[in-house]
């Protein structure tokens, strides 16, 4: 399954927010966004889950207008991982996960056996089975993230969206969390998009970056053709030498020249 952007514009009136977009993000691959603060990172992701409307121009799901989707037709389709979420009843962990099975569970219906199953699973991907009988409200900030990432895989969608999903996680669950979501994509062919501010870690993860500035597509591509010197130069206002060794790529900013 394939996502394509075809001349995507989003804003307000006097202050446009994303300007003539064109972008594809395919199955089977980690496909990172990258850019500044500002540069339309979430609003993109908020288009392409169907959650706002483009002033113009199309998001295609596998030629199918995202917008022609409406509940649980989407839900199936696409599992949103937001950069911010709050859940203010006192659900139990297995309760917010299983809430990922509510496409496909009629109204009337309580979850299955294979309901349990596929929460459960999601919970020990994510490292969060420990906690399934507590409170989300004594979580905290990166154990309600793993949870929320778990609601995510447990809704079994072709697509998944991640917005910023690693920034309030420590370095180990922050691994684990990018190995999961290439994971996703390389073993169940899934199309994963996740939003990224460390350039190390979009570097080395994703199988292709979108690199974005002030609502405008700078580059798409590997993260060898993204992420030059360049590049940033240009994007992020910072010299750094872009280096290659046997862990993968890596951004070294001249620091003494950001005095």
């Not at 939003?195 to 080395?204: C, E, G, Q």
Request: proline share 4%; charged share 25%.
């Amino acid at each position: 399954m394939e996502i394509w952007v075809d001349k995507l514009c989003f804003g307000y009136p006097g202050r446009p927010v994303i300007e003539d977009l064109d972008a594809q993000f395919a199955s089977g691959r980690l496909s990172g966004i990258i850019g500044p603060n500002g540069s339309g990172k979430t609003t993109l992701i908020r288009l392409m889950s169907g959650a706002i409307k483009p002033v113009s121009g199309r998001i295609l799901l596998d030629k199918q207008p995202v917008g022609d989707l409406k509940g649980r037709a989407l839900a199936r389709k696409i599992a949103v991982v937001p950069q911010k979420s709050h859940l203010g009843f006192d659900f139990s962990v297995l309760d917010v996960v299983l809430m990922g099975r509510q496409p496909y569970i009629s109204r009337f219906s309580r979850e299955k056996a294979g309901d349990l199953e596929m929460a459960r699973a999601a919970m020990r991907m994510t490292g969060v089975e420990h906690l399934e009988k507590r409170s989300v409200t004594a979580l905290s900030g990166g154990e309600w993230q793993r949870v929320i990432i778990a609601r995510a895989l447990c809704q079994a969608t072709p697509v998944m969206l991640m917005d910023e999903p690693i920034s309030s996680l420590d370095i180990r669950h922050q691994l684990e969390v990018l190995a999961l979501a290439r994971r996703l994509a390389h073993e169940k062919k899934a199309c994963v998009v996740c939003v990224l501010h460390d350039l190390n870690l979009a570097a080395n993860y994703c199988d292709e970056l979108l690199l974005m500035s002030e609502g405008k597509k700078v580059a798409q591509g590997t993260p060898e053709q993204v992420i030059t010197g360049e590049i940033l130069r240009e994007v992020y206002g910072i010299e750094a030498e872009i280096l290659k060794d046997k862990f993968g790529l890596a951004v070294r900013p001249d620091y003494q020249k950001q005095d």
